[in-house]
Protein backbone atom coordinates (compact mmCIF):
# COMPACT_ATOMS: atom_id res chain seq x y z
CA UNK A 1 0.00 0.00 0.00
CA UNK A 2 3.36 2.65 0.60
CA UNK A 3 4.19 1.71 -2.69
CA UNK A 4 1.33 2.70 -4.47
CA UNK A 5 0.49 5.62 -2.41
CA UNK A 6 3.77 6.52 -3.61
CA UNK A 7 2.94 6.25 -6.64
CA UNK A 8 -0.48 8.53 -6.31
CA UNK A 9 1.69 11.31 -5.23
CA UNK A 10 4.16 11.28 -7.88
CA UNK A 11 1.08 10.75 -10.50
CA UNK A 12 -0.58 13.95 -8.85
CA UNK A 13 2.74 16.16 -8.79
CA UNK A 14 2.49 19.15 -10.61
CA UNK A 15 4.27 23.05 -10.70
CA UNK A 16 0.67 24.35 -11.32
CA UNK A 17 0.16 26.76 -8.54
CA UNK A 18 -3.09 28.71 -8.09
CA UNK A 19 -0.96 32.25 -7.45
CA UNK A 20 -0.34 31.51 -11.76
CA UNK A 21 -4.32 32.47 -12.66
CA UNK A 22 -3.23 36.27 -13.11
CA UNK A 23 -0.99 35.38 -15.66
CA UNK A 24 -2.31 34.94 -19.36
CA UNK A 25 -1.57 31.67 -21.29
CA UNK A 26 0.36 30.33 -24.12
CA UNK A 27 2.81 33.05 -23.58
CA UNK A 28 0.78 35.98 -23.58
CA UNK A 29 1.28 36.81 -20.25
CA UNK A 30 3.64 39.65 -21.47
CA UNK A 31 2.42 40.85 -24.41
CA UNK A 32 -0.05 43.98 -24.01
CA UNK A 33 -3.52 43.14 -24.48
CA UNK A 34 -5.22 45.59 -27.32
CA UNK A 35 -8.66 44.63 -26.26
CA UNK A 36 -7.96 45.37 -22.96
CA UNK A 37 -8.21 49.44 -23.65
CA UNK A 38 -10.69 51.68 -23.30
CA UNK A 39 -13.52 53.10 -25.69
CA UNK A 40 -11.22 56.01 -26.71
CA UNK A 41 -7.70 54.69 -26.58
CA UNK A 42 -7.87 51.80 -29.11
CA UNK A 43 -5.56 52.23 -31.70
CA UNK A 44 -7.69 51.09 -35.05
CA UNK A 45 -4.67 51.37 -37.44
CA UNK A 46 -2.64 48.26 -35.76
CA UNK A 47 -5.87 46.11 -37.10
CA UNK A 48 -5.16 44.94 -40.88
CA UNK A 49 -3.02 47.96 -41.53
CA UNK A 50 -5.84 50.35 -42.83
CA UNK A 51 -4.74 53.65 -41.41
CA UNK A 52 -7.24 56.39 -40.52
CA UNK A 53 -8.54 59.18 -43.31
CA UNK A 54 -7.34 62.71 -42.84
CA UNK A 55 -9.34 65.57 -41.42
CA UNK A 56 -10.27 66.77 -44.64
CA UNK A 57 -11.33 63.94 -46.55
CA UNK A 58 -14.51 63.40 -43.69
CA UNK A 59 -17.32 66.04 -44.54
CA UNK A 60 -18.84 68.11 -42.21
CA UNK A 61 -21.68 66.79 -40.77
CA UNK A 62 -24.71 69.28 -41.17
CA UNK A 63 -26.36 70.62 -37.58
CA UNK A 64 -30.20 69.78 -37.22
CA UNK A 65 -32.78 72.58 -37.79
CA UNK A 66 -35.94 71.42 -37.73
CA UNK A 67 -38.36 71.17 -34.63
CA UNK A 68 -37.81 68.06 -32.35
CA UNK A 69 -40.35 65.73 -33.21
CA UNK A 70 -41.67 67.52 -35.65
CA UNK A 71 -39.94 66.43 -38.91
CA UNK A 72 -39.78 67.80 -42.09
CA UNK A 73 -42.51 66.50 -44.43
CA UNK A 74 -40.72 64.62 -47.75
CA UNK A 75 -43.67 64.14 -49.72
CA UNK A 76 -46.81 66.30 -49.84
CA UNK A 77 -50.01 65.10 -51.13
CA UNK A 78 -51.75 66.29 -54.34
CA UNK A 79 -54.93 67.47 -54.21
CA UNK A 80 -58.15 65.30 -55.68
CA UNK A 81 -58.55 67.84 -58.31
CA UNK A 82 -55.11 67.45 -59.55
CA UNK A 83 -55.34 63.55 -59.58
CA UNK A 84 -58.23 63.77 -61.17
CA UNK A 85 -58.45 66.30 -64.09
CA UNK A 86 -61.45 68.19 -63.02
CA UNK A 87 -64.15 68.48 -59.97
CA UNK A 88 -67.16 66.24 -60.20
CA UNK A 89 -69.48 68.87 -61.23
CA UNK A 90 -67.26 69.23 -64.15
CA UNK A 91 -68.38 65.57 -65.21
CA UNK A 92 -70.93 64.77 -68.16
CA UNK A 93 -74.32 63.81 -67.03
CA UNK A 94 -75.04 59.67 -66.87
CA UNK A 95 -77.34 59.60 -69.92
CA UNK A 96 -74.80 61.23 -72.40
CA UNK A 97 -72.30 58.86 -70.76
CA UNK A 98 -74.45 56.09 -71.64
CA UNK A 99 -74.74 57.33 -75.04
CA UNK A 100 -78.36 58.81 -74.91
CA UNK A 101 -78.05 62.69 -75.67
CA UNK A 102 -81.61 64.20 -75.82
CA UNK A 103 -80.71 67.19 -78.01
CA UNK A 104 -79.78 64.48 -80.97
CA UNK A 105 -82.67 62.28 -80.15
CA UNK A 106 -84.94 65.55 -80.92
CA UNK A 107 -83.08 66.63 -83.92
CA UNK A 108 -83.16 63.35 -85.62
CA UNK A 109 -86.75 63.02 -84.72
CA UNK A 110 -87.19 66.38 -86.67
CA UNK A 111 -85.11 65.18 -89.35
CA UNK A 112 -87.69 62.49 -90.21
CA UNK A 113 -90.95 64.96 -89.39
CA UNK A 114 -89.29 66.93 -92.21
CA UNK A 115 -89.01 65.06 -94.98
CA UNK A 116 -87.25 67.97 -97.07
CA UNK A 117 -85.09 69.38 -94.77
CA UNK A 118 -81.40 68.58 -94.95
CA UNK A 119 -80.02 65.45 -92.59
CA UNK A 120 -77.18 66.35 -90.69
CA UNK A 121 -75.30 63.57 -91.58
CA UNK A 122 -72.32 63.86 -88.20
CA UNK A 123 -75.28 63.43 -85.96
CA UNK A 124 -77.13 60.19 -87.99
CA UNK A 125 -73.96 58.35 -88.54
CA UNK A 126 -73.95 58.15 -84.11
CA UNK A 127 -75.61 54.49 -83.16
CA UNK A 128 -78.27 56.15 -80.61
CA UNK A 129 -80.65 52.91 -80.20
CA UNK A 130 -82.55 54.82 -76.98
CA UNK A 131 -84.85 56.53 -79.81
CA UNK A 132 -85.51 53.42 -82.15
CA UNK A 133 -86.16 51.16 -78.79
CA UNK A 134 -89.01 53.74 -77.73
CA UNK A 135 -90.82 54.03 -81.30
CA UNK A 136 -91.04 50.00 -81.59
CA UNK A 137 -92.68 50.30 -78.40
CA UNK A 138 -95.36 53.34 -79.15
CA UNK A 139 -95.90 50.88 -82.42
CA UNK A 140 -96.69 47.93 -80.94
CA UNK A 141 -98.48 49.70 -78.03
CA UNK A 142 -100.71 51.39 -80.96
CA UNK A 143 -101.01 47.95 -82.54
CA UNK A 144 -102.47 46.78 -79.21
CA UNK A 145 -105.07 49.31 -78.89
CA UNK A 146 -106.60 47.94 -82.01
CA UNK A 147 -106.35 44.62 -80.68
CA UNK A 148 -103.42 43.43 -82.43
CA UNK A 149 -100.65 42.05 -80.44
CA UNK A 150 -97.97 41.95 -82.88
CA UNK A 151 -94.61 42.67 -80.55
CA UNK A 152 -93.21 39.80 -81.55
CA UNK A 153 -93.74 40.49 -85.24
CA UNK A 154 -92.67 43.92 -85.03
CA UNK A 155 -89.51 42.97 -82.90
CA UNK A 156 -88.45 40.11 -85.74
CA UNK A 157 -89.23 42.06 -89.03
CA UNK A 158 -87.14 44.81 -87.52
CA UNK A 159 -84.02 42.67 -87.10
CA UNK A 160 -83.96 40.65 -90.59
CA UNK A 161 -84.80 44.42 -92.07
CA UNK A 162 -81.85 45.82 -90.29
CA UNK A 163 -79.98 43.23 -91.12
CA UNK A 164 -80.86 42.95 -94.89
CA UNK A 165 -80.04 46.64 -95.20
CA UNK A 166 -76.79 47.26 -93.15
CA UNK A 167 -75.45 44.26 -96.11
CA UNK A 168 -77.15 46.36 -98.55
CA UNK A 169 -75.38 49.45 -97.02
CA UNK A 170 -72.00 47.92 -97.32
CA UNK A 171 -72.30 46.45 -100.54
CA UNK A 172 -73.30 50.65 -102.27
CA UNK A 173 -70.97 52.33 -100.09
CA UNK A 174 -67.32 53.23 -100.43
CA UNK A 175 -66.90 53.75 -96.48
CA UNK A 176 -69.34 51.53 -95.26
CA UNK A 177 -71.54 51.45 -92.21
CA UNK A 178 -72.05 50.28 -88.71
CA UNK A 179 -74.99 47.69 -88.15
CA UNK A 180 -75.80 49.99 -84.82
CA UNK A 181 -76.37 53.24 -87.27
CA UNK A 182 -78.55 51.20 -89.47
CA UNK A 183 -80.84 50.29 -86.93
CA UNK A 184 -80.61 53.77 -85.61
CA UNK A 185 -82.00 55.40 -88.54
CA UNK A 186 -84.34 52.46 -89.50
CA UNK A 187 -85.99 53.02 -86.17
CA UNK A 188 -86.29 56.71 -86.28
CA UNK A 189 -87.95 56.16 -89.89
CA UNK A 190 -90.42 54.13 -88.03
CA UNK A 191 -92.19 57.31 -86.59
CA UNK A 192 -94.29 58.13 -89.36
CA UNK A 193 -95.96 54.63 -88.95
CA UNK A 194 -96.82 54.96 -85.38
CA UNK A 195 -99.07 57.47 -87.15
CA UNK A 196 -100.47 55.18 -89.38
CA UNK A 197 -101.63 52.74 -86.47
CA UNK A 198 -102.45 55.58 -84.66
CA UNK A 199 -105.09 56.56 -87.36
CA UNK A 200 -105.70 52.94 -87.07
CA UNK A 201 -107.03 52.68 -83.41
CA UNK A 202 -110.20 55.20 -84.29
CA UNK A 203 -110.79 54.41 -88.35
CA UNK A 204 -110.60 51.65 -90.56
CA UNK A 205 -107.81 51.37 -92.89
CA UNK A 206 -109.13 48.84 -95.22
CA UNK A 207 -110.63 51.32 -97.37
CA UNK A 208 -109.75 53.49 -100.02
CA UNK A 209 -108.39 56.37 -97.52
CA UNK A 210 -106.70 53.65 -95.88
CA UNK A 211 -105.45 52.42 -98.74
CA UNK A 212 -104.16 55.90 -99.98
CA UNK A 213 -103.31 57.36 -95.92
CA UNK A 214 -101.04 54.05 -95.76
CA UNK A 215 -99.33 54.78 -99.58
CA UNK A 216 -98.53 58.45 -98.04
CA UNK A 217 -96.98 56.90 -94.92
CA UNK A 218 -95.00 54.08 -96.24
CA UNK A 219 -93.47 56.56 -99.05
CA UNK A 220 -92.61 59.41 -96.40
CA UNK A 221 -90.86 56.62 -94.11
CA UNK A 222 -88.54 55.40 -97.46
CA UNK A 223 -87.64 59.27 -98.13
CA UNK A 224 -86.98 60.22 -94.61
CA UNK A 225 -84.05 56.86 -94.24
CA UNK A 226 -82.91 57.27 -97.67
CA UNK A 227 -81.99 60.64 -97.34
CA UNK A 228 -80.44 60.28 -94.06
CA UNK A 229 -78.47 56.75 -95.48
CA UNK A 230 -77.41 59.30 -98.39
CA UNK A 231 -76.36 62.20 -96.26
CA UNK A 232 -74.32 60.03 -93.69
CA UNK A 233 -72.66 57.96 -96.47
CA UNK A 234 -72.32 60.56 -99.42
CA UNK A 235 -74.07 58.02 -101.71
CA UNK A 236 -75.01 61.50 -104.14
CA UNK A 237 -77.31 60.49 -106.99
CA UNK A 238 -78.07 56.83 -105.43
CA UNK A 239 -81.34 57.95 -102.98
CA UNK A 240 -83.98 55.99 -105.14
CA UNK A 241 -81.71 52.66 -105.14
CA UNK A 242 -81.90 53.31 -101.36
CA UNK A 243 -85.42 53.82 -100.78
CA UNK A 244 -86.49 51.12 -102.42
CA UNK A 245 -85.76 48.71 -100.19
CA UNK A 246 -86.60 50.76 -97.20
CA UNK A 247 -90.10 51.21 -99.03
CA UNK A 248 -90.34 47.24 -98.87
CA UNK A 249 -89.40 47.07 -95.03
CA UNK A 250 -91.94 49.73 -93.86
CA UNK A 251 -94.69 48.67 -96.25
CA UNK A 252 -94.32 45.04 -94.43
CA UNK A 253 -94.82 47.32 -91.15
CA UNK A 254 -97.88 48.98 -93.11
CA UNK A 255 -99.28 45.67 -93.58
CA UNK A 256 -99.48 44.84 -90.01
CA UNK A 257 -101.22 47.79 -89.45
CA UNK A 258 -103.80 47.62 -91.82
CA UNK A 259 -104.30 44.05 -91.84
Known amino acids: MSGFDNFNTDFYQTSYSIDDQGQAAYGYSNAEDPYNKPYNQYEYAQQGGYAAPPPGMIPPQQPYTGQIYQPTPAFTPASTQSVYGSSFDEEPPLLEELGINFDHIWQKTLTVLHPLKAADGSIMTETDLAGPM ?41 TGVSFGCVASVLGYCLLPMILLSSFGVVFSLQGMLGIVLTALIIGWCSQSASKIFISALAMDGQQLLVAYPCALLYGVFALISVF
Open 134 to 174: VFCLAFGATLLLAGKIQFGYVYGISVMGCLGMYCLLNLMSM
